[in-house]
């Protein structure tokens, strides 16, 4: 992002005052198969089109799910991307998110199917160092990314793109702060997949 917005954008998750405390015992998604025994997570966050979000936060989320963003996502990944869902993180000492793929399809009472096609992980830590913890490790080939400032790992996720964030050191006394969420695509039942360009 501009430096200037990303400066914005972490200023003020910084003063956020209104996080949720996040983790497997409050999770209300649904047809998610890979939560499980041994899967847990702990976090601070709020989605990034809560009425509650910061300003900029709120820019962002209107920018990711804009038409031009959506077609340029879809071109880039050679996936159709039809919105885009996500949230602010907010990880303090312990806090972390256990091996997961991100491979989620979901049909809703309406019929309508929604199927994650991209992943977006933007980070927003400032002069972080691999003693903090907090990497973001990629399983297959094994790759630890410790994450610094205003940059973005995206990926298409299937069933063998499994990740996963290390827990943050307890001795770290300032937060590691990220934004994370899918581009979805949506269809109907009737539709079927292979009418869709999902690469």
Known sequence: LEPEFAEQLYNELLTFDRWSIDSEKTFQGEGVPELQTGYTYRRKSVFTNAPSAPEALARLDAYLNSQACLTWMS????R????????AALFEPGDHIARHNDNLTVTKADGLTHRRVVTLNYWLAKNWKPERGGQFVWETPRAEIVPTFNTMVIFLPGPSTHHWVEPVAESVSEPRLSITGWFSTTYAKNQGKLKLKLG
């Open 80 to 87: 159709k991307c039809d919105n885009f869902v996500g949230n």
């Open 75 to 78: 071109e880039v990944s050679g």
